[in-house]
């Protein structure tokens, strides 16, 4: 017998024991849409006669988070980490760009929640 | 060229160990099924996974395994399948 479990990928679960299959629908957040929109422009868009994402790139970044991150992550945090990897690994942006930016919105955020807060 | 036809026995290859993105499902690695329909050729995921533009084009067919081939302890009917789609290179002939 060839096989090796000890090899088998950790999002690679197909036939595992899973439990119960939640089947409650619920409405997507507003940022989760975002994200789905933001993914179809991605995969739609070209940039020198190449997809700007493909989808076998987003499930390649999720199959490389380690198994904690897998678990715990929700769908669209998995999709937003993926995207987000890929662009800076294509050189759309950098991670500095990306961070300069995160901090940017973080601190405008901030500065609503302080103006809403005032009596 | 489409390598396999519609009823021949094929096997998956014992690749187990194979890194980065694989499109074959790691329960049907080395067991044997039936060619049920050639798909068409289509760009190569374990690639585009890379962003490399996946060609050449492989040829993609719809397998058919036994759910006892499957899972040795499986409990349903004789006769339930699964069909899982899979690209040539992953695949080889066979007499079994």
Redesign the interface.
């Known amino acids: 017998m060839t096989d090796k479990p000890g090899n088998r990928r950790y999002h690679d679960m197909g036939g595992l024991p899973a439990g119960p299959v939640e089947n409650d629908d619920h409405e997507p957040d507003l940022w989760e849409k975002r994200v789905d929109a933001m993914m179809v422009c991605l995969g739609t868009s070209v940039a020198d006669g190449k997809k700007l994402i493909t989808v076998d790139e987003i499930r390649r970044v999720i199959e490389d988070l380690p198994p904690d991150a897998y678990d715990t992550m929700s769908y669209y945090e998995r999709w937003v980490h993926s995207i987000s990897t890929i662009l800076a690994e294509r050189g759309v942006y950098s991670r500095e760009e990306l961070e300069a930016k995160l901090a940017e919105v973080k601190a405008r955020a901030n500065e609503q929640a302080s103006e809403g807060a005032a009596p | 060229m489409s390598r396999f036809a519609p009823g021949d026995k094929v096997r998956v290859i014992?690749d187990?160990?194979r890194p980065?993105?694989?499109r074959t499902?790691?329960?049907c690695?080395?067991k044997a099924g039936v060619i049920e329909r050639a798909c068409g050729a289509f760009a190569n995921?374990?690639t585009?996974?890379?962003?490399k533009?996946?060609l050449p084009k492989l040829p993609l067919y719809r397998v058919r395994f036994a759910q006892r081939e499957?899972?040795p302890d499986y409990g349903g009917g004789a006769g339930d399948v699964v069909e899982i789609e899979i690209y040539e290179p992953w695949l080889k002939a066979t007499e079994e």
Request: aromatic letters at 24%; glycine letters at 10%; hydrophobic letters at 45%.
């Open positions: 014992a187990f160990t980065g993105h694989v499902p790691w329960y690695r080395d995921p374990e585009l996974a890379y962003a533009d996946g499957l899972w």
